[in-house]
């Protein structure tokens, strides 16, 4: 179970620093007072779509209820894993997209976790110091506050009791209990989606999607295990038999993507500077359990959900933010400018003139495109900032067609305008809510719940707001005027003041003056 457990917000700095790696035990032994929020009422517009099994009914002898929305779910699954660079190859070679899906499967393994891999979000350079400082045991307090283990955000809310609430069959479970799955996974299966997968060119005769099982590999790498002092090849497996936990959990939420989302903005917010790439890069992770086969795209969007709500909750909390956020920070900051040898400034814009900024291209440049023309995937090619922040964007809602109203006015949840703190702290909670909500994508996706009370978290763009050039008012009010560039706030004009006018003064008469008539 991800929960911090509840009570007062303390920091072990001398535990902290005593640790040799992040991964050799808790670094930092900081927890909230704050109550984890619960992410199932969150994203339990998923029951418009399906209805999850009750009584003795089989664990996953749901009903759908919206063929059209699970419909989408599957192609997207089944055409990420076969057109992914490296899909369908007997080996998973380093390089390819498939083989960063297998890294991704540690989301808090023992030798590495979601919290280095997603650190190649800061680019090449300064992606490697992070690395290297998270392993060294320089960044105890970022290894705190990070960590999807136990650190006090990464690990911050539960998504197993989600799982066990929805019942969803995972994309490689058969249609047809008549395939051998191994011992653990037998008893499981989707025969409930037959009817929708059947005589679709992404499903078998059987009705089964069209799956691609990725062999297991051996990451020799070295490229998250840098700065240990005797680093060991990793092996890495998805483990879609024999494994009870992978076939008999439930597939909706992804606990991976929810992880990456907690890692992902806590380390944005962290570094707000390179805050649009990291969260591409957090969000691949959501991609990646679609290319490998095991979550849908409404598994990764719930999963995205309640890292905002994670982190949102803790970022309201001035203390936390006093006590954990801040310090991480700044030993962060001062970390990466000791060994880049200059301001952060100076280190992000080397890095991008050297070409060394965070890129992918997970597909090759391939796309899918419905038979109306419509881009259902795009080649979600990151190689600059407005490109990091489109392709998080398009992740928000994988091409789904509406479902609900369109058209209605932002709705931003309460709590979410901390999300900001770090990245436009001279704005006050209202002007940080403003620019959230002129950056919320459009209402009516799936799993949008705008006008039911607590604000939508499916709509968010967190990059896109990270990245904005936000206009201060003279009334107050904040105006985006751009987003997917260097985050800037720009000062209310300052009011020309009115001339006071001059009086214009009053004309001789013209002529000679006139002497006075004097009698005698």
């Not at 062999?215 to 005797?230: H, K, L, N, R, S």
Request: glycine share 10%; hydrophobic share 35%.
């Amino acid at each position: 179970m991800k929960t911090a457990p509840r009570r007062s917000l303390v920091v072990c700095v001398a535990a902290a620093v005593i640790a040799t790696s992040a991964f050799a035990g808790a670094p930092g032994a900081l927890a909230s007072e704050d109550e984890p929020p619960l992410i199932t009422p969150r994203i339990d517009k998923f029951l418009d779509y399906w209805t999850p099994a009750t009584g003795d009914k089989p664990q996953f002898d749901g009903t759908v209820r919206d063929a059209d929305v699970l419909t989408h779910n599957d192609r997207v699954v089944s055409w990420m894993n076969h057109h992914a660079t490296g899909a369908g190859d007997d080996t998973v070679e380093p390089g390819t997209e498939v083989f960063e899906a297998m890294q991704d499967t540690q989301l808090d393994g023992p030798v590495y976790d979601l919290s280095l891999t997603i650190g190649t979000g800061l680019g090449q350079t300064l992606g490697e110091y992070y690395i290297e400082g998270r392993n060294d045991g320089s960044l105890p307090l970022t290894s705190a506050v990070i960590s999807p283990r136990d650190g006090l955000a990464g690990a911050f809310i539960d998504f197993e009791g989600a799982k066990e609430a929805f019942q969803y069959p995972r994309p490689f479970l058969p249609s047809a209990q008549d395939e051998v799955l191994g011992h653990d996974c037998q008893n499981f299966d989707a025969h409930t989606l037959y009817d929708i997968r059947k005589g679709k060119e992404w499903a078998t005769d059987k009705g089964d999607l069209k799956i691609h099982k990725v062999p297991d590999v051996v990451d020799d790498t070295g490229q998250f295990t840098a700065g240990e002092a005797d680093p060991e090849p990793v092996s890495l497996a998805v483990n879609y038999v024999g494994h009870r936990g992978l076939c008999g959990a439930g597939s909706f939420p992804s606990g991976h993507s929810t992880s990456a989302s907690l890692v992902g903005i806590t380390l944005a917010t962290l570094l707000p500077e390179l805050a649009p790439e990291i969260l591409a890069r957090a969000s691949d992770v959501g991609n990646h359990r679609m290319v490998l086969g095991v979550h849908y795209p409404l598994d990764v969007i719930a999963g995205h959900m309640g890292g905002e709500l994670g982190l949102a909750t803790l970022w309201s909390d001035d203390e936390v933010v006093s006590e954990a956020f801040e310090p991480a920070r700044a030993e962060l900051v001062a970390y990466l400018e000791k060994r880049c040898g200059d301001t952060l400034a100076a280190c992000i814009a080397a890095q991008t003139a050297a070409g060394k900024q965070y890129s992918d291209d997970p597909f090759g440049g391939a796309s899918l495109v419905d038979a109306d023309g419509r881009v259902l995937v795009s080649p979600q090619v990151v190689s600059d900032r407005a490109s990091a922040a489109a392709v998080y964007t398009e992740r928000l809602t994988y091409g789904f067609a509406t479902t609900g109203k369109t058209g209605l006015p932002a709705d931003v949840p309460a709590d979410a305008a901390g999300l900001l703190k770090s990245s436009y702290p001279t704005l006050t909670a209202d002007q940080r809510r403003s620019v959230l909500a002129q950056t919320q994508v459009a209402s009516g996706y799936p799993l949008d719940k705008t006008g039911e009370g607590e604000g939508s978290w499916q709509r968010l763009d967190l990059a896109a707001a990270m990245s904005a050039r936000v206009q201060l008012n003279t009334d107050g009010s904040v105006t985006v005027l751009d987003t997917g560039v260097e985050r800037e706030v720009i000062p209310a004009p300052t009011p020309t003041p009115t001339p006071t006018p001059t009086p214009t003064p009053t004309p001789s008469p013209s002529g000679k003056p006139r002497l006075p008539v004097v009698s005698g």
